[in-house]
């Protein structure tokens, strides 16, 4: 059968890949790019240095368009579930047309268990295949590692979560760490929480801005709001302490 290897790549840093996802990266002769909306070109470049930098091989580099999709969505998980079939239905068309003992890999941005579609996609694919999934460091890590700082407090649990919820639901009772905000879901918050926020990690563009959101939110708008200018897209993540427990 054909293996499908789901690489976990690391957040942006072409050494953020552990030495078995370069080991990985080697067995493979074809490499599958998903990306998707507004950062797609630059990702897709940032994973062709990825293979530059590791690569002992020439690769064929298949590039799968992505579905359309509703962004404003009546049923947002019934809209979700669609396009991932309509994603599946794509990859098992160019998978099936690999040859029966090929090894052909996915470069997941981060790792592939963090707010990634990959191996929910990969298991609904109709062409068998064995897959294995390699971690990689993920942009939580990435963040925590930029500020020389931990992610929990002694004892202390976080909450991963997204800027959706983030705004739908507030900061809770725990830490959180903050993904995929398409706003500043900072703002509004209690000024006396501490944010540790950085944006394109492991990049040349990274910026890094730590502090009380009171002291930093609007600073931090800015410098997000001038990336989106100059690049058309930005990736941030951020960790929220809350107060009470510092
Ligand atoms: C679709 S999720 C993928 C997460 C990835 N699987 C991981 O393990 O980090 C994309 C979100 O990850 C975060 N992210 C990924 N790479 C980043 C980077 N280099 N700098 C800042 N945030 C990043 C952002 O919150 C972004 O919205």
């Not at 293996?3 to 552990?18: C, K, Q």
């Not at 396009?83 to 090929?102: G, K, N």
């Not at 470069?107 to 592939?112: K, S």
Request: glycine fraction near 8%; aromatic fraction near 4%.
């Amino acid at each position: 059968v054909r293996t499908l290897l789901v690489i976990g790549i690391g957040a942006g840093h072409p050494e953020h890949l552990t030495l078995q996802a370069v080991g990985a990266l080697r067995r493979a002769r074809t490499v599958f790019l998903l990306d998707k909306g507004s950062a797609a070109g630059e990702l897709a470049a940032l994973r062709r240095d990825v293979i530059a930098a590791h690569a002992q091989q020439p690769y064929d580099v298949v590039e799968i368009p992505d579905p359309p999709r509703d962004r404003a969505p009546h049923d947002y998980a019934a809209e979700v579930h669609d396009w991932h079939a309509a994603r599946a239905a794509l990859i098992s068309t160019a998978v099936a047309q690999l040859p029966e003992d090929a090894v052909a890999a996915f470069l997941v941005w981060g790792d592939p268990s963090l707010y990634d579609s990959t191996l929910r996609i990969v298991d609904r694919l109709d062409v068998p295949c064995a897959v294995e999934v390699i971690p990689g460091i993920t942009a939580v890590q990435a963040l925590t590692a930029a500020h020389g700082t931990t992610l929990n407090r002694v004892g202390e649990p976080v909450l991963i979560t997204t800027g959706r919820r983030l705004a739908a639901d507030g900061l809770g009772a725990h830490d959180a760490v903050v993904m995929l905000d398409a706003h500043d879901g900072w703002r509004g918050l209690d000024p006396d929480v501490e944010i540790v926020w950085g944006a394109c990690l492991g990049t040349a563009d990274e910026v890094l801005i730590r502090g009380a959101v009171g002291a930093v939110g609007e600073q931090i708008s800015q410098a997000r709001a001038e990336l989106r200018a100059r690049k058309g897209w930005v990736m941030d993540v951020y960790l929220l302490r809350r107060p009470a427990q510092r």
